[in-house]
């Protein structure tokens, strides 16, 4: 059973910035893809970002250069990919989900980010 745990997050006022990692217990580079997710009070879940597997990461139009996805570094390259998030507005306020793509998909348990005026 593939699981992804996820960390990071929390709150944070506009302009700021914050921190998601999620942690997968099977290979990222075994995914098709790797993925950002959120869902804001209210509305349905989103798509962020994507790290598709042997490119480089794809990003959806609100995230206007503020967002980098990417898989972990040294030790942590092999399970572990990121999502730093800059310069955050209140209009991104929501939970943020870790999804890998690999025989269909799966999801962390997602965490909070509440950006305040």
């Known amino acids: 059973q593939v699981q992804l745990v996820q960390s990071g997050g929390g709150s944070v006022q506009a302009g700021g910035s914050t921190n998601l990692t999620c942690v997968s217990s099977?290979?990222?580079?075994?995914?098709?893809?790797m993925g950002w997710y959120r869902q804001a009070p209210g509305k349905a879940r989103e798509w962020v970002a994507t790290i598709p597997l042997g490119r480089g990461p794809e990003y959806a139009g609100f995230v206007k250069g503020r967002f980098t996805a990417a898989r972990g570094s040294g030790e942590t390259a092999e399970n572990t990919v990121n999502l730093q998030m800059t310069n955050l507005q209140p209009e991104d306020t929501g939970v943020y989900y870790c999804?890998?793509?690999?025989?269909?998909?799966?999801w962390s348990q997602g965490t909070q980010v509440t950006v305040s005026s």
């Open positions: 999804n890998g793509k690999w025989n269909g998909d799966y």
């Open positions: 099977r290979s990222v580079y075994n995914f098709i893809s």
